[in-house]
């Protein structure tokens, strides 16, 4: 079984900075894509970064310039980092890792943007 666990995750004005991290148990996390999903209250949730098990990044558009997704195989982690935030970044960011047609998510940790 599989278990990510997320953090780094708070309260944080805008124009600020927050680095999240999801921790994943196993030794597969070499092999799998990583990602970060985020859900805002009455949105659908949606992708916002992803990693390859090659390094390859891509990111939504309305992050891209202001997000960085990276990952350490070695601590089977994979970090967002997140800078010029602003308030409609605020929503729970999830941490999803794939491969094949298996996937697992974490439990989601809150990230608020005041203006």
């Known amino acids: 079984q599989v278990h990510l666990v997320e953090s780094g995750g708070g309260l944080v004005q805008a124009g600020g900075s927050l680095r999240l991290s999801c921790a994943a148990s196993g030794s597969i996390f070499p092999v799998v894509i990583m990602a970060w999903y985020r859900q805002a209250p009455g949105n659908q949730r949606e992708l916002v970064a992803r990693i390859t098990r090659a390094g390859t990044t891509s990111y939504a558009d309305s992050v891209k310039g202001r997000f960085t997704i990276s990952r350490d195989n070695a601590e089977s982690t994979v970090y967002l980092q997140m800078n010029s935030l602003k308030p409609e970044d605020t929503a729970v960011y999830y941490c999803?890792?794939?491969?094949?047609?298996?996937?697992?998510w974490g439990q989601g940790t809150q990230v608020t943007v005041s203006s």
């Open positions: 999803r890792m794939s491969w094949g047609s298996t996937e697992y």
